[in-house]
């Protein structure tokens, strides 16, 4: 299995702060990642698709790079409706991966 | 707008048949593939199989001795059979939609499944 490791596992931020989550994978999956959004009690919101694309609707704050093996998940500023926890998954290989998730709380 | 809505048994004893549907409105059933993913606070989020509107099937190899899914275009929904459920089972469950070449974009609500004597 690709394994996908993501850091931090939590942070404390400020509104207005720049926000930076990375997921590394065990391999090499090419732009095969997404990202995720999760608040208490919802399912994952999907913020991005293809390592960079932003999906329709999502505030253009949010932005990813990466591929590869490195990838970023970057909030320009947050922005209090952001406080959630964020996930990475990989679709390149069977069975497809999630990162452990970062958690973003107030500071 | 597509919505998945999903329902199921929530308590399960050991050993027994977890068995949850999700059911498609607002868009096309065909041309996608529908996902079925679980969320627990020991393993997080874990990928358990996928099938598309044809019946092409793929599994986690951890859990496919145990996992059936399948399909019922006439109805727009898919199901999800998880066979000889032990407390590592337990969590939300969640029904999801992907297209061919991406991670999925919708999701249900989420079933929580608990596993109790």
Redesign the interface.
């Known amino acids: 299995d690709i394994q996908m490791t993501q850091s931090p596992s939590s942070l404390s931020a400020s509104v207005g702060d720049r926000v930076t989550i990375t997921c590394r994978a065990s391999r090499d999956i090419r732009s095969d990642l997404g990202w995720y959004q999760q608040k208490p009690g919802k399912a994952p919101k999907r913020l991005i698709y293809a390592a960079s694309t932003l999906q329709s609707g999502v505030p253009s704050r949010f932005s990813g790079s990466g591929s590869g093996t490195e990838f970023t998940l970057t909030i320009s500023s947050l922005q209090p409706e952001d406080f959630a926890t964020y996930y990475c998954l990989q679709h390149n290989d069977s069975p497809w991966t999630f990162g452990q998730g970062t958690r973003v709380d107030i500071k | 707008q597509v919505q998945l809505q999903q329902w199921g048994a929530g308590l399960l004893k050991p050993s027994e048949t977890l068995s949850l549907t999700c059911a498609v409105y607002g868009g096309s059933f065909s041309g996608y593939y529908w996902t079925w993913i679980r969320q627990s606070p020991g393993k997080?989020?874990?990928?358990i199989a996928e099938i598309n509107y044809s019946g092409n099937r793929?599994?986690?190899?951890?859990l496919m001795t145990r996992v059936t899914t399948t399909v019922d275009t006439s109805k727009n929904q898919f199901s999800l059979k998880l066979i000889s459920v032990t407390a590592a089972d337990a969590g939300i469950y969640?029904c999801?939609r992907?297209s061919g070449?991406?991670?999925?974009?919708h999701?249900?609500?989420?079933i929580l499944v608990t596993v109790s004597s």
């Open positions: 997080g989020l874990e990928w793929n599994f986690n190899p951890s969640y999801a992907r070449t991406g991670v999925p974009n999701w249900g609500p989420g």
